[in-house]
């Protein structure tokens, strides 16, 4: 990794120090695993083309792992972006920050990633 690089993965894991989630990432036919997020859930919203329905929708940030990052990460998760199966994965946590009973989202999209982190979108 660069220089850049590590000091993103440094700022990355402060963030999730302060104000991240610990959510379950399940890969299509795996096992579920603990990661540590940061989620930004949005208010529930129209369904595109289902009228009189709404859904949720989240992203979720997490460390990207990767040649030079593990998936364990020190206790933080990682997820390899380039190893999700969009459609078929899914992160499991509160449907409201602080809520006790979690569901799942289904990971629709990678919305962004660097070689230390990947937004992933859920619904």
């Not at 989240?58 to 460390?63: C, R």
């Not at 990460?73 to 078929?88: L, R």
């Amino acid at each position: 990794m660069s220089t850049f690089d590590d000091m993103a993965l440094v700022q990355l894991k402060q963030q999730l120090d302060l104000k991240g989630e610990l959510v379950s990432y399940t890969p299509l036919g795996g096992s579920a695993r603990n990661v540590k997020a940061l989620v930004n859930r949005s208010p529930r919203e129209p369904l595109p083309g289902v009228p009189h329905t709404q859904g949720k929708y989240a992203t979720v940030t997490v460390i990207n792992a990767g040649p030079s990052l593990s998936a364990t990460m020190d206790g933080y998760g990682a997820i390899e972006s380039s190893a999700v199966d969009t459609g078929g994965d899914k992160i499991t946590m509160p449907e409201h920050k602080g809520g006790a009973a979690s569901v799942d989202w289904q990971i629709k999209s990678r919305l962004s990633q660097t070689s230390t982190g990947v937004t992933l979108e859920v619904r």
